[in-house]
């Protein structure tokens, strides 16, 4: 039998073009009917907790799911792994943005992604963390001031030993 | 206001304006002095007007709201309503059956509305109800049995909720007939009583203080003058719709429950649920403004008595979300049901979006399934939500909600067992509620109301009529809004990778370019009259649509 029919098929997009990314990297069977429920257990899926890109109701969480993914399968993901509590999970499919490529300047694609909003129940309240606190800021400008004080050395010592290439730096006087 | 006719003559660097000589005199006429009538004793400024960007639009706006509020008739405001848009407004949908997961706090935002659990004590006379009750116990009984023993019919209309529904129905239709025909001795106005079976009735209103969503802030941020005003609260356009089984119509209106400067309907809490409508789970849709009644204008009773609802939405949306958010559900059905319902008898009276109320709007409703009753009392104090109206309002609506009651424990071989007598006295006793007359009961209308009173000649008005109703069918136009294709907005719009074809698309830049949101419903060209058929052998078109003159000559 064509091994293609039996399990689903990746992402391969009709044109022949690159493949997309799956987020699993594992084939699973095709269901016909008559067969057993599939029972996946350490499922190959990961789910990429994002910022809401809209401001959410407070007990919405936003996610970046594989486009297998269906709703019934957020829902159980959560539930059995992590003992979330959902209540209603909305999902989409994001289309990807088309932006010019900096070499040959014709256009390009990004992967279409699926958005899953999963409600927990009223009681529950979920805020998505602040990642760049204004506290932090300031090391972090500090740290880059320092990088780019090393690339100003690395410069103005990068002829020093130009006229003696190969030499080591502790030979000479 | 002649001004001078100004005539350019090419575009060389000695341009200069050249002023015709007929023009000429019409300029000395406006420089003359004035005459001696036109002079007072003390001196009378105008009024000082901020001219900033904001406060410019906000008079525009404001100016928009006072022709629809200065409207003789009903028809001409609702006209004038949707004239700003061709195509329709793009508007949140609330349906009342169809509640979604998170809206009861964002409808109860929307609709300002307060709710109380209970209904208010003294406003209805369970005494005089509980008597009739008594003697009406049989026939309710056999109603039940009629309707709940036994299918009524061997053939099935539809399947699963739309058998729910038909048979609440029926049931609430016999309900209604018992009632009637039993208290009519008693009550004055139900005597002459009217049912609507499955009215429509919808409401359009504005919606301010939303959160501005991301298309309209990276517009903001582009756009000089609104650089700093990005985060600014939004107004979107709502339309709410309601399925109701039955409305019992009657000459007058209810008497309020509180008094409009009552603390509970000035100050009582309100949510403050701004955000994007889509957040909440409803979605969006093109239509025109409709706020549509159940019956035509010009109706003796326009007022409502009792409305009843059927429940077949509360399975469904058990089976989805769980059974424990079916009151919420609830809640939400209570209350887009009894505000658009209350919003569309108060533009009937010449209140509107635009135009706020004079006096408070009461309505009565009860829903059940046969079995499981809640009723439900609603005040509307105000209807006009747009722009701070949403948060800032001296106004709030109130909507009273009973516990759930069971009419009948269950319906048996030998009868039916257990019946509530709290129930039927409580619906007897919104029957029995006798409405007030109300002096100046439509001070933004005219005398005659209605388009039929209307002075223009009589084809004007039909055809106006004919032209609105279809409006507020909510139809599909027959050519539909211009649309930007996928591969349009990819290879046209965001990259130019055709720059050698003709741009003749209406999104594209040339000189016959249209944006179709902006399309005014009088943006049209009117109908050609063949020259056998004018009356005036000059006038070649049919005059254009209008509000004020329903038609008008170009």
Not at chain 1, 74 to 103: A, C, D
Not at chain 2, 34 to 52: C, M, Q, R
Not at chain 2, 487 to 508: C, G
Not at chain 2, 515 to 537: F, G, H, M, V
């Given at each position: 039998m064509n091994k293609s029919k039996i399990f689903s098929h990746t992402n391969a997009t009709p044109c022949g073009s690159r493949q997309q990314v799956n987020m699993s990297t594992r084939w699973y069977p095709l269901y016909r009917r008559g067969n057993p429920q599939l029972r996946v257990f350490l499922p190959n899926f990961y789910m990429k907790l994002i910022k809401p890109r809209d401001p959410q109701p407070k007990n919405v969480v936003q996610f970046e799911v594989s486009m297998q993914m269906t709703k019934f399968d957020i829902k159980n993901y959560l539930e059995k792994i992590y003992n979330v509590p959902v209540e209603n999970v909305v999902t989409h499919v994001r289309m990807g943005q088309v932006n010019r490529s900096k070499f040959g300047g014709y256009l390009v694609k990004e992967d279409d992604f699926k958005v899953a909003y999963v409600s927990l129940p009223a009681t529950e309240t979920f805020e998505f963390p602040d990642l760049f606190p204004e506290e932090k800021k300031n090391e972090e400008d500090k740290q880059m001031e320092q990088i780019e004080n090393l690339k100003k050395d690395w410069e103005t010592n990068k002829g020093r030993d130009k006229h003696r290439q190969g030499a080591p730096s502790w030979l000479g006087l | 206001?002649?001004?001078?006719?100004?005539?350019?003559?090419?575009?060389?660097?000695?341009?200069?304006?050249?002023?015709?000589?007929?023009?000429?005199?019409?300029?000395?006429?406006?420089?003359?002095?004035?005459?001696?009538?036109?002079?007072?004793?003390?001196?009378?400024?105008?009024?000082?007007?901020?001219?900033?960007?904001?406060?410019?639009?906000?008079?525009?706006?404001?100016?928009?709201?006072?022709?629809?509020?200065?409207?003789?008739?009903?028809?001409?405001?609702?006209?004038?309503?949707?004239?700003?848009?061709?195509?329709?407004?793009?508007?949140?949908?609330?349906?009342?059956?169809?509640?979604?997961?998170?809206?009861?706090?964002?409808?109860?935002?929307?609709?300002?509305?307060?709710?109380?659990e209970g209904l208010p004590e003294g406003y209805h006379e369970k005494e005089a109800a509980g008597a009739l009750a008594k003697e009406l116990k049989d026939s309710v009984e056999e109603l039940i049995l009629l309707n709940f023993q036994s299918t009524l019919s061997r053939r099935n209309f539809g399947l699963g909720r739309a058998i729910e529904k038909r048979q609440t129905q029926n049931f609430l239709l016999g309900l209604h007939k018992i009632l009637a025909s039993s208290l009519a001795p008693s009550a004055e106005h139900l005597k002459d009583a009217v049912v609507d079976i499955r009215p429509r009735v919808e409401a359009f209103w504005f919606l301010g203080g939303l959160q501005p969503d991301n298309l309209l802030k990276k517009k903001r941020r582009n756009f000089k003058y609104m650089k700093d005003k990005e985060h600014d609260p939004m107004e979107r356009s709502i339309q709410a719709e309601s399925s109701p089984c039955l409305c019992v119509r009657t000459s007058l209106g209810l008497p309020e429950v509180v008094s409009r400067e009552d603390s509970l309907a000035t100050s009582a809490p309100v949510p403050v649920e701004n955000l994007d409508p889509r957040a909440y789970g409803f979605k969006f849709k093109h239509k025109h403004a409709t706020i549509v009644t159940g019956f035509w204008p010009g109706e003796k009773k326009e007022h409502s008595q009792l409305w009843l609802h059927s429940r077949e939405f509360e399975e469904k949306f058990g089976l989805e979300f769980g059974l424990h958010n079916v009151h919420n559900a609830l809640i939400q059905k209570m209350i887009i049901s009894s505000f658009s319902q209350a919003f569309a008898h108060a533009t009937y009276q010449g209140f509107g979006p635009v135009t706020e109320l004079t006096y408070p709007i009461v309505h009565q409703s009860a829903i059940s399934d046969g079995?499981?009753?809640?009723?439900?009392?609603?005040?509307?104090?105000?209807?006009?939500?747009?722009?701070?109206?949403?948060?800032?309002?001296?106004?709030?609506?109130?909507?009273?909600?009973?516990?759930?009651?069971?009419?009948?424990?269950?319906?048996?071989?030998?009868?039916?067992?257990?019946?509530?007598?709290?129930?039927?006295?409580?619906?007897?006793?919104?029957?029995?509620?006798?409405?007030?007359?109300?002096?100046?009961?439509?001070?933004?209308?005219?005398?005659?109301?209605?388009?039929?009173?209307?002075?223009?000649?009589?084809?004007?008005?039909?055809?106006?009529?004919?032209?609105?109703?279809?409006?507020?069918?909510?139809?599909?136009?027959?050519?539909?809004?211009?649309?930007?294709?996928?591969?349009?907005?990819?290879?046209?719009?965001?990259?130019?990778?055709?720059?050698?074809?003709?741009?003749?698309?209406?999104?594209?830049?040339?000189?016959?370019?249209?944006?179709?949101?902006?399309?005014?419903?009088?943006?049209?060209?009117?109908?050609?009259i063949p020259k056998a058929c004018r009356k005036d052998k000059k006038q070649k078109h049919k005059p254009r649509l209008d509000s004020e003159n329903l038609y008008k000559y170009d």
């Amino acid at each position: 039998m064509n091994k293609s029919k039996i399990f689903s098929h990746t992402n391969a997009t009709p044109c022949g073009s690159r493949q997309q990314v799956n987020m699993s990297t594992r084939w699973y069977p095709l269901y016909r009917r008559g067969n057993p429920q599939l029972r996946v257990f350490l499922p190959n899926f990961y789910m990429k907790l994002i910022k809401p890109r809209d401001p959410q109701p407070k007990n919405v969480v936003q996610f970046e799911v594989s486009m297998q993914m269906t709703k019934f399968d957020i829902k159980n993901y959560l539930e059995k792994i992590y003992n979330v509590p959902v209540e209603n999970v909305v999902t989409h499919v994001r289309m990807g943005q088309v932006n010019r490529s900096k070499f040959g300047g014709y256009l390009v694609k990004e992967d279409d992604f699926k958005v899953a909003y999963v409600s927990l129940p009223a009681t529950e309240t979920f805020e998505f963390p602040d990642l760049f606190p204004e506290e932090k800021k300031n090391e972090e400008d500090k740290q880059m001031e320092q990088i780019e004080n090393l690339k100003k050395d690395w410069e103005t010592n990068k002829g020093r030993d130009k006229h003696r290439q190969g030499a080591p730096s502790w030979l000479g006087l | 206001m002649a001004a001078t006719r100004l005539v350019w003559k090419g575009r060389t660097s000695s341009t200069f304006l050249r002023v015709s000589y007929l023009s000429r005199d019409l300029a000395r006429r406006n420089h003359n002095a004035a005459s001696l009538s036109e002079y007072t004793d003390v001196p009378e400024y105008p009024e000082i007007l901020d001219e900033n960007r904001e406060a410019r639009k906000r008079r525009k706006t404001e100016a928009w709201h006072q022709k629809i509020t200065g409207l003789p008739t009903l028809e001409q405001k609702l006209m004038e309503l949707n004239m700003p848009k061709y195509y329709g407004y793009w508007s949140c949908r609330l349906h009342d059956a169809k509640p979604t997961l998170q809206g009861t706090p964002f409808t109860r935002y929307a609709t300002r509305t307060h709710v109380v659990e209970g209904l208010p004590e003294g406003y209805h006379e369970k005494e005089a109800a509980g008597a009739l009750a008594k003697e009406l116990k049989d026939s309710v009984e056999e109603l039940i049995l009629l309707n709940f023993q036994s299918t009524l019919s061997r053939r099935n209309f539809g399947l699963g909720r739309a058998i729910e529904k038909r048979q609440t129905q029926n049931f609430l239709l016999g309900l209604h007939k018992i009632l009637a025909s039993s208290l009519a001795p008693s009550a004055e106005h139900l005597k002459d009583a009217v049912v609507d079976i499955r009215p429509r009735v919808e409401a359009f209103w504005f919606l301010g203080g939303l959160q501005p969503d991301n298309l309209l802030k990276k517009k903001r941020r582009n756009f000089k003058y609104m650089k700093d005003k990005e985060h600014d609260p939004m107004e979107r356009s709502i339309q709410a719709e309601s399925s109701p089984c039955l409305c019992v119509r009657t000459s007058l209106g209810l008497p309020e429950v509180v008094s409009r400067e009552d603390s509970l309907a000035t100050s009582a809490p309100v949510p403050v649920e701004n955000l994007d409508p889509r957040a909440y789970g409803f979605k969006f849709k093109h239509k025109h403004a409709t706020i549509v009644t159940g019956f035509w204008p010009g109706e003796k009773k326009e007022h409502s008595q009792l409305w009843l609802h059927s429940r077949e939405f509360e399975e469904k949306f058990g089976l989805e979300f769980g059974l424990h958010n079916v009151h919420n559900a609830l809640i939400q059905k209570m209350i887009i049901s009894s505000f658009s319902q209350a919003f569309a008898h108060a533009t009937y009276q010449g209140f509107g979006p635009v135009t706020e109320l004079t006096y408070p709007i009461v309505h009565q409703s009860a829903i059940s399934d046969g079995q499981k009753w809640n009723f439900s009392l609603y005040q509307m104090n105000t209807c006009v939500l747009h722009s701070e109206n949403a948060t800032e309002n001296p106004y709030n609506n109130i909507l009273w909600l009973s516990p759930e009651q069971n009419l009948f424990e269950a319906v048996e071989e030998s009868g039916v067992k257990g019946l509530n007598e709290e129930v039927l006295t409580s619906l007897i006793a919104m029957y029995l509620k006798k409405g007030i007359i109300r002096e100046n009961a439509s001070p933004y209308l005219a005398p005659y109301k209605y388009l039929a009173g209307h002075n223009a000649p009589e084809e004007y008005r039909e055809e106006f009529q004919n032209y609105l109703r279809d409006l507020l069918s909510g139809r599909p136009r027959k050519l539909l809004k211009p649309e930007m294709y996928l591969w349009e907005k990819i290879y046209k719009k965001d990259n130019n990778t055709r720059p050698y074809e003709s741009p003749r698309r209406f999104f594209e830049d040339h000189f016959n370019q249209m944006n179709p949101e902006k399309r005014r419903l009088d943006e049209y060209s009117p109908i050609y009259i063949p020259k056998a058929c004018r009356k005036d052998k000059k006038q070649k078109h049919k005059p254009r649509l209008d509000s004020e003159n329903l038609y008008k000559y170009d």
